[in-house]
């Protein structure tokens, strides 16, 4: 523990060394149509929860015992533009540390941070690589800031766009002003996202596909095709890329209501590969069923969400989000959440002046399918939950954060508190007090 807490703070020390380092050669770059660019992030996110109530414990679940775990990554963002409307982007990643119970146990994790890390160990690894063709036509412009994997410049509010490459597809899909980064706003795994869209990705949270987008003033529609890994949360992708793969389709509008600015966002995604079927698994071994054994091509997943914000005021945002899935074959990206709605609102500090602050409040509900359900009851597993049977109620997440602006928006503190009734769909479980301690730094 106190090797890991020592590298931790190296980490820390040595992002501050680069931000200093870098600001000095960014300062000098009065360039309005930047040729490269250079961004660094580095989250420390240290967890504790005391003890809690279980009347029984599975393979998979939380540890009722007192638990402290922390999370490490850190990541470079470059960028470079080849030729007219290409763009290039490379994003070397090290991650480290861990979550409760090797991040099992609850479906809305409380880090989402977690996810991404596949061992205690730090590892450095490729988030991103990947190449962008945009197309402009049209007479309204507007600037664009230098930003991580985004170039400063002056683009066309029309055009179409394709990436290829390796890339976070929750970089492209289902973003939300007020609640989308556990870097840097809500931390539990079902705000970053629609919980119920289990979207393609790797152990680490990224995967390889093809990335398309038509945007115009007020609306945008995007699509992506990509690959599947051969195994639910597995690091190797599956090449059979006409028998697994998913689809994803969003269509998102912009406006504005009473003067402040809104964004209604509609997804569907379509996932398919060899994947196993909850009661297909009950069916052949109803004693001790085990949906990995029922694999198969042909298995398919088809869920939507809504996902809206909006301002009320230059200070004061709101946010909802609502999503579905069938709930029939099992879980193979994200985690095990078939049904989920959520809301919460996001306040800065400018009103006692600190203007860079913020405080956030959410309220999350999940649930699963009967399918799921019956599984779970009988005694199955998935890859994130699991407690060997189940009283079934919905998992209810609340949660809580202030974010600091230590140093001049490069150095962020951020107290957090989570409120986790049910954890793994279980009232017999729980409930679980979460306790966080976030530190970001960025360039």
């Not at 990436?163 to 007020?178: E, P, Y």
């Not at 190797?236 to 209501?257: A, H, M, P, V, W």
């Not at 600015?261 to 069923?289: D, H």
């Amino acid at each position: 523990m106190m090797k890991r807490t020592v590298l931790l703070m190296i980490g820390v020390v040595a992002g501050a060394v680069t931000k200093s380092f870098a600001q000095d050669n960014v300062k000098q770059d009065t360039v309005k149509q930047e040729r490269v660019n250079l961004h660094f992030q580095q989250t420390v996110i240290t967890q504790t929860k005391p003890r809690f109530n279980a009347a029984y414990s599975g393979n998979n679940s939380l540890s009722p015992s007192s638990e402290t775990a922390s999370s490490l990554t850190s990541t470079l963002f470059m960028g470079a533009r080849l030729w007219k409307g290409a763009e290039a982007y490379f994003n070397p990643e090290i991650s480290g540390g861990e979550g409760f119970s090797q991040a099992l146990g609850i479906a809305g994790f409380p880090n989402g941070e977690a996810f991404r890390i596949g061992s205690a160990d730090p590892r450095i690894y490729i988030a991103r690589l990947y190449l962008t063709q945009r197309f402009e036509w049209g007479s309204e412009y507007e600037n664009v800031t230098d930003d991580q994997n985004q170039l400063a410049g002056r683009k066309s509010k029309r055009y179409f766009q394709v990436t290829a490459g390796k890339f976070g597809i929750s970089d492209f899909f289902d973003g939300n002003t007020f609640s989308h980064d556990p870097r840097s706003q809500f931390m539990n795994w079902s705000l970053m996202s629609n919980g119920a869209w289990d979207y393609p990705a790797n152990t680490r949270g990224y995967i390889i596909g093809l990335y398309a987008e038509l945007g115009q003033p007020n609306w945008t529609l995007r699509y992506a095709y990509t690959m599947v890994p051969t195994a639910a949360n597995g690091s190797i992708l599956d090449e059979r890329i006409t028998k697994g793969y998913t689809q994803n389709l969003e269509y998102e509008r912009r406006y504005q209501l009473g003067g402040q600015n809104g964004t209604l966002r509609l997804l569907g995604f379509y996932n398919r590969g060899k994947m196993g079927n909850y009661r297909e698994a009950v069916s052949i071994n109803p004693a001790a069923p085990d949906v990995d054994a029922v694999d198969r091509y042909g298995h398919h997943k088809l869920g939507f969400g809504i996902n809206a914000e909006q301002n009320l005021n230059p200070d004061l945002g709101v946010f909802a989000r609502a999503s579905f899935n069938d709930g029939h074959t099992q879980t193979w990206f994200f985690t095990e959440i078939d049904r989920s709605i959520s809301l919460g609102s996001v306040l800065k500090g400018t009103s006692w002046k600190r203007k860079n602050d913020e405080v956030g409040l959410a309220f999350v509900g999940n649930g699963i399918s009967g399918p799921h359900r019956d599984y779970l009851a009988a005694g199955g597993y998935g890859f994130i939950i699991g407690d060997g049977k189940l009283n079934y109620a919905h998992e209810l997440v609340a949660e809580l954060y202030y974010k600091a602006d230590v140093y001049k928006g490069f150095f962020w503190l951020t107290p957090d508190y989570q409120f986790i009734a049910n954890p793994a769909y279980n009232r017999d479980r729980g409930p679980v007090h979460v306790f966080s301690l976030r530190a970001h730094i960025e360039f």
